[in-house]
């Protein structure tokens, strides 16, 4: 098949690879790879991405069987679009879950599932907001349920309507960045969705000036390529709280199941330990921006 030259999947992988590190031995130290995120210590920032409908495209435990590997690697579990019965099951897990609900175009839907999601336990709850459209530039259909744009005044009505933490996940602008503060959103994911707009910006190239720009008030999250360590040490070291990964987890889970997620959440985490101790990175939150160098 023909690469299409605005692949945001190539670019955003492109741009990962430009990135070096300095290295920094002296007084460096056995690296702490912990993160706390809303209030919950993890032992890693490797987090799941919010993917959803694994059973048909990935393992017969769908979700649920990807939350237990998250809870055993001590790590965020996320999950998108589905159903209250897989949420229940997914929580029962006992994985520290965000739960991300679609633009669905019935607000009260929204509503609906937000206070459903708070009463599973889960940690915080969002939005994808950049799934409103088609590439058509029509109102996207998702599996028969109607999407449609939100405005600035739904979203503050929507973190409003929970006691927890609400994220929009999608954000790749300061502008929308700067808006999601003012709404009263407390955590972005910096996406692309995994390529939704082609040549849209890699989320790690705008990662930075969205940190500088909102990172002090909320946590900044990033996904979309990342596939091992060292994708996680820069995203950390450009601004990102934790980081979501999505794609490279579906193969480990479709093999081996929770066990297998688990492992590979871990090797990750050992490749990010790696690259902290050869930098004298010694925590997560503490990677120095300036350890890195664009080819
Ligand atoms: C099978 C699959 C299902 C997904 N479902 C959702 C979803 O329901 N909600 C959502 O916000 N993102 C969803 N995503 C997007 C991911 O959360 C993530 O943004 C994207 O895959 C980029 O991360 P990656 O490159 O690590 O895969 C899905 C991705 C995949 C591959």
């Known amino acids: 098949m023909m690469e299409r030259a605005g692949d945001a999947n190539r670019i955003t992988r492109a741009y990962f690879d430009s990135l070096l590190l300095e290295m920094r031995h002296i007084g460096a130290v056995v690296p702490d790879t912990s993160v706390t995120v809303y209030g919950h210590t993890f032992k890693t920032p490797v987090m799941t991405a919010a993917l959803s409908h694994l059973d048909r495209h990935c393992h017969p435990g769908g979700m649920a069987e990807l939350a237990r590997g998250?809870?055993?690697?001590?790590?965020?579990?996320?999950?998108?679009?589905?159903?209250?019965?897989?949420?229940?099951?997914?929580?029962?897990?006992?994985?520290?879950?965000?739960?991300?609900?679609?633009?669905?175009?019935?607000?009260?839907?929204?509503?609906?599932?937000?206070?459903?999601?708070?009463?599973?336990?889960?940690?915080?709850?969002?939005?994808?907001?950049?799934?409103?459209?088609n590439s058509r530039g029509e109102f996207d259909t998702v599996l028969g349920l109607p999407m449609a744009g939100k405005t600035l005044e739904d979203i503050e009505r929507f973190a409003k309507a929970t006691r927890l933490p609400f994220i929009i996940?999608?954000?790749?602008?300061?502008?929308?960045?700067?808006?999601?503060?003012?709404?009263?959103?407390?955590?972005?994911?910096?996406?692309?969705?995994?390529?939704?707009?082609?040549?849209?910006?890699?989320?790690?190239?705008?990662?930075?000036?969205?940190?500088?720009?909102?990172?002090?008030?909320?946590?900044?999250?990033?996904d979309c390529g990342v596939s091992s360590g060292l994708d996680v040490f820069k995203a950390l070291a450009l601004g990102a709280a934790a980081v979501s990964v999505g794609r490279a987890l579906m193969?480990?889970?479709?093999?081996?199941?929770?066990?297998?997620?688990?492992?590979?959440?871990?090797?990750?985490?050992?490749?990010?330990?790696?690259?902290?101790?050869?930098?004298?990175?010694?925590?997560?939150?503490?990677?120095?921006?300036?350890?890195?160098r664009r080819i």
């Open 251 to 292: 193969g480990p889970l479709s093999e081996g199941g929770a066990d297998a997620a688990a492992r590979c959440i871990r090797e990750m985490t050992a490749q990010l330990a790696g690259a902290m101790a050869r930098t004298a990175s010694a925590a997560a939150a503490q990677i120095d921006r300036s350890v890195l």
């Open 169 to 222: 996940k999608g954000v790749l602008s300061v502008r929308d960045a700067l808006l999601c503060r003012q709404a009263g959103v407390r955590g972005i994911v910096v996406s692309h969705h995994h390529g939704i707009l082609d040549y849209a910006v890699p989320p790690l190239m705008l990662l930075p000036e969205i940190a500088d720009a909102v990172g002090g008030t909320m946590p900044v999250f990033l």
């Open 70 to 133: 998250a809870a055993d690697a001590g790590a965020v579990m996320w999950t998108g679009m589905g159903s209250e019965d897989e949420l229940e099951r997914i929580t029962a897990t006992g994985a520290k879950t965000v739960k991300i609900i679609k633009p669905h175009a019935d607000n009260e839907l929204i509503f609906r599932k937000i206070a459903h999601a708070e009463a599973c336990g889960c940690i915080a709850v969002g939005m994808d907001i950049d799934h409103a459209f």
